[in-house]
Structures are given as C-alpha cells and as structure tokens.
C-alpha cells in the first residue's frame, strides 16, 4: 500500500527556535497534503490542506504566520513551526491523497513528537 | 459542529476475547464513517469504512455498522489477538467535504 514518511519522528527544540518537519510520499505522487496535530488524550485536529503548487488552506484558528506550510512537489511537503513556544509541542501528524477527488483515500505518516522547551 | 465520541480507554482484554469498541457521532447531513488503526511507531491506517446507513464495513475480522437510529458505529471483533494491540480511531466525514473527525482513540491492549 501507499507509504507516508515524516522526518523527524521526534524533536526536541529550545523555546525561540524553529522547526521544521517533513512529509514525504514514498511510492505515489499527492496532489494534496493534510496536517493534523493531536493533544494527549484528544482527537486529531486538522491544521490544514496543501495542494502542489499552491497556498495552503489554514482551518480556523490556525495560526498560518506561525505554521509555514510549503507542498513544493507531489512527494514532499514541510510543516515549518515558527519561533516556538512550549505551547506548540504536540504531535503532529501528516497525511497525502492520491487525487483531490479521492481525499477519503488518505494515507497517514507515523507523526512527529515535537516539545519545545 | 459535527462531532465524534469513543470509549476512554485503554481497553485490555486477554487472546480470543471478545472487543467492543464504543463510537458515536453527531454530524448534519449524511455523513461516512470511519475505522482507522494506528500500531505503534506506524501511521494511521484505514481499518474499515461505511457510507451509508446500515452499511457494514468489514476488515480482518473486524466489523461495525453504520446505526443512523442511534447515531453509532461500533466497532466489534469476535476473537482478539496480541497482534491487534494498537489505538483505533473511529472517524467521520460530512459530504462534499474533506475533512475528517476524529474521536480521541482507544488503546487496545490484548495479553497472551
């Protein structure tokens, strides 16, 4: 099946500092990148919708100043958490479609850990 | 808004047991639903879905089916295994949209 990877599975970062982390499709192009973060002990939230080549589409209450996302090719797309702040460590979580028509279809990566300290 | 509610776990349960896994929702319109399994250090995987009312979606013994009446998808498994130790996320999506819902998940445990 489709394989998602994220880099780096976990970071640890001073408060201040930025950090970016990526998101690659192994074996099939995405036309479109979803980011989600999950709190302890909540639900996954979407964060946002990149398509290749264009803006990224922020859900309300995201901060797209604060969290830079570029999707410059069909296989690669980077989450950029900008001047972090303890409050930004979670885990964050990608996932590629196939096809904008087949967004049900979407393959996750395995997440990355990110606390700010 | 829509939304998306599971049993707290974790759920341990011993080999060849019986699981209920516990999912209701509230959504407008007609919404899909979902089962996804994430095993640990893997991503989140499609477990099982359905589409319409009544549908039952089935995978690796797996099964739950869509209850508009009392707005639920439970998810049931006849005979559990060490393997099937993970976090499952039940989850929904309203038509014409992209979006997913996700419950909170629960961890599974099962011991030999």
């Known amino acids: 099946g489709a394989v998602v990877s994220q880099h780096p599975s976990r970071v640890i970062c001073k408060s201040g500092t930025s950090v970016k982390i990526e998101c690659r499709s192994l074996d099939f192009q995405a036309t479109t990148m979803f980011w989600y973060r999950q709190f302890p002990k909540k639900s996954l939230m979407l964060m946002a919708t990149?398509?290749?080549?264009?803006?990224?589409?922020?859900e309300q209450g995201v901060e797209k100043d604060k969290f830079l996302i570029n999707h410059a090719s069909l296989t690669l797309s980077t989450l950029t958490v900008t001047s972090a702040h303890p409050e930004d460590s979670s885990f964050y979580i990608c996932?590629?479609?196939?096809?904008?028509?087949?967004?049900?279809?979407?393959?996750f990566g395995p997440g990355t850990r990110l606390l700010v300290l | 808004g829509d939304s998306v509610t599971q049993m707290e776990g974790p759920v341990t349960l011993s080999e060849e047991a019986f699981l209920t896994i516990n999912c209701t929702y509230t959504?407008?319109?007609?919404?899909?639903l979902f089962w996804y399994v994430q095993y640990p250090g893997e991503g989140l995987q499609l477990l099982l879905k359905?589409?319409?009312?009544?549908d039952k979606g089935s995978n690796k013994g797996f099964e739950a089916t869509y209850r508009k009446e009392t707005t639920s998808f439970h998810l049931e498994k006849g005979s559990v295994q060490v393997s099937d130790s993970a976090v499952y996320f039940c989850?929904?999506?309203?038509?014409?949209?992209?979006?997913?819902?996700f419950g909170t998940g629960t961890r599974l445990k099962v011991l030999a």
């Open positions: 359905a589409t319409k009312a009544d």
């Open positions: 989850a929904l999506t309203t038509s014409g949209t992209y979006k997913y819902i």
């Open positions: 959504a407008t319109g007609y919404p899909s």
């Open positions: 990149s398509n290749e080549g264009s803006k990224a589409t922020y």
């Open positions: 996932s590629a479609s196939l096809s904008r028509g087949r967004w049900e279809t979407q393959y």
